[in-house]
């Protein structure tokens, strides 16, 4: 018997080559896919967590000129997921900042956005947020 979680990494990697297939097309799915994507994000379970990212890289990369709408609310899930440690494996972390990179890429406006996280105090009591933003840089 399949769990929950188990399913939605199924769902995951379809979810996946469908947008592979699509390439830019996939924005007329925004809609959908954007709260999947939020919702996924946030999931305790790194897998899932994994899975998603790859799929916003993804996007980003077959559909950045749309896609940028969207940045700034995926990016915010992306750093409350390097402040939250406990729950981050040393290949989210990676995965992580992998797909933050190719925003960066994509949307200049990204880059604002970091250096803005970066000029914040509390920036010090997260050693992944810290470790990400400098590679990032």
């Known amino acids: 018997m399949c769990t929950n979680h188990q399913m939605i990494r199924v769902y995951l990697s379809e979810i996946?080559?469908?947008i592979s297939v699509?390439?830019?097309t996939v924005v007329r799915h925004f809609k959908y896919l954007i709260p999947l994507?939020?919702?996924h994000l946030e999931s305790t379970d790194d897998q899932t967590y994994n899975e998603t990212v790859s799929m916003v890289k993804l996007i980003c990369k077959l559909a950045w000129p749309r896609f940028h709408r969207h940045h700034h609310t995926i990016l915010k899930l992306l750093v409350k997921r390097l402040m939250q440690e406990n729950l981050?494996?040393?290949n989210s972390l990676q995965i992580?900042?992998?797909c933050i990179s190719c925003?960066?890429?994509a949307d200049p406006s990204v880059q604002k956005a970091l250096d803005e996280i970066r000029s914040?105090?509390?920036?010090n009591k997260y050693s992944h947020l810290r470790h990400a933003l400098?590679?990032?840089s």
């Open 103 to 105: 925003m960066q890429t």
């Open 134 to 136: 400098e590679e990032l």
């Open 96 to 98: 992580t900042v992998d």
């Open 120 to 123: 914040m105090s509390l920036i």
């Open 37 to 39: 994507i939020e919702h």
């Open 22 to 24: 699509m390439q830019f």
């Open 16 to 18: 996946q080559a469908f």
């Open 88 to 90: 981050l494996e040393e």
